[in-house]
């Protein structure tokens, strides 16, 4: 993964940034700005993970890190039980320790990782209030329900960017660490279906794991303006993946493919604005790099 890593410094440093002045979204983006897209979204994931198992961020595992972006807003220890927290930590350590590498040189936007943050998704989702407001922090469901809205959606931008990228090196860097982020949603969602198979319900608002997952998919397809991209842990078998089957712990397309996301998709989902153009959610001040701050400026 080291090796891997380092190809994106290289990207970063070696692809030439555009003179044009049009903004990214009325050009075709660089290789770099899609790499720099994605960062955003990589700094989300280190941050909350690390708060979550350990109680702290990036400020004190690399200091340095951020080049002087703000410190993330209420990330806190989650109260997990030695099992999941053993299992959290088991992709979280090598994760971070890749991150570390990965953002180097690129500002840390703001993050709003606390809980009126993660309870105003969940509102969302549900279409009303939960009473009391969900805490992403408050225990093992809580806390994998809060990692399930987090990870999928960059694994469904570099889905999308892969694509369009030119060069080889960017291909290389792109599928290793879609490979990864895979891998990371892959034991989230096991983990909640293993606890919606056991019955677990959600409390103190005793609904199931399955309809949490189900509500937030349908929550980020609604926002993303994309259509069908997003799917829960239980679905129909119509809906599953080749039309077989309703356990959906890979979720796919009718082709059991990944979907992918653009740009655009991913910043009306992580701003929960439905826009954009229109900042907020996980992200109040916007992301950072050419594309996310075109959108901004326009």
Same mark, same amino acid.
């Given at each position: ?21 049009? $903004? ?7 290789d770099s700005d899609h790499i720099e897209f994605a960062l955003n979204l ?86 009303? $209030? ?20 987090? $990870? ?46 056991? !019955? ?36 129909? !078998? ?15 397309? !009718?082709?059991?493919?990944?979907? $992918? ?15 954009e153009s229109v900042p907020g959610g996980f992200y109040p001040h916007g ?12």
């Amino acid at each position: 993964m080291a090796s891997i890593v380092l190809l994106l410094i290289g990207s970063l440093i070696l692809t030439p940034k555009s003179c044009s002045s049009k $903004p990214i979204s009325q050009q075709k983006p660089l290789d770099s700005d899609h790499i720099e897209f994605a960062l955003n979204l990589e700094y989300l994931e280190a941050e909350f993970f690390l708060y979550g198992s350990s109680g702290h961020g990036l400020d004190v595992v690399a200091p340095k890190l951020a080049e002087g972006g703000p410190s993330p807003i209420g990330g806190k220890l989650a109260e997990l039980s030695p099992i999941v927290h053993s299992k959290i930590k088991l992709f979280v350590d090598p994760f971070c320790r890749a991150i570390k590498s990965a953002v180097k040189g690129f500002p840390r936007p703001l993050l709003d990782l606390s809980k009126s943050s993660f309870a105003k998704v969940m509102d969302s989702a549900f279409g009303r $209030p939960l009473v009391p407001p969900f805490d992403p922090y408050a225990n093992d469901i809580n806390f994998l329900l809060a990692s399930y809205v987090i $990870p999928y959606v960059g694994l469904t931008g570099y889905v999308g960017a892969n694509p369009l990228l030119v060069y080889y090196t960017s291909k290389q860097l792109v599928g290793g660490l879609l490979g990864v982020e895979s891998g990371q949603d892959a034991v989230i969602r096991t983990l909640l279906y293993q606890a919606d198979n056991q !019955k677990l319900l959600v409390k103190p608002y005793d609904v199931s794991v399955a309809e949490f997952t189900n509500r937030i998919s349908t929550l980020r397809n609604k926002l993303g303006h994309g259509g069908l991209k997003d799917e829960g842990l239980v679905v129909s !078998k119509k809906q599953g993946s080749e039309g077989s089957v309703s356990g959906n712990i890979l979720a796919g397309d !009718k082709y059991s493919l990944s979907y $992918p996301r653009t740009p655009q998709e991913i910043l009306r989902i992580v701003y929960g604005s439905g826009n954009e153009s229109v900042p907020g959610g996980f992200y109040p001040h916007g992301g950072k790099g050419h594309i996310a701050t075109s959108y901004l400026k326009s």
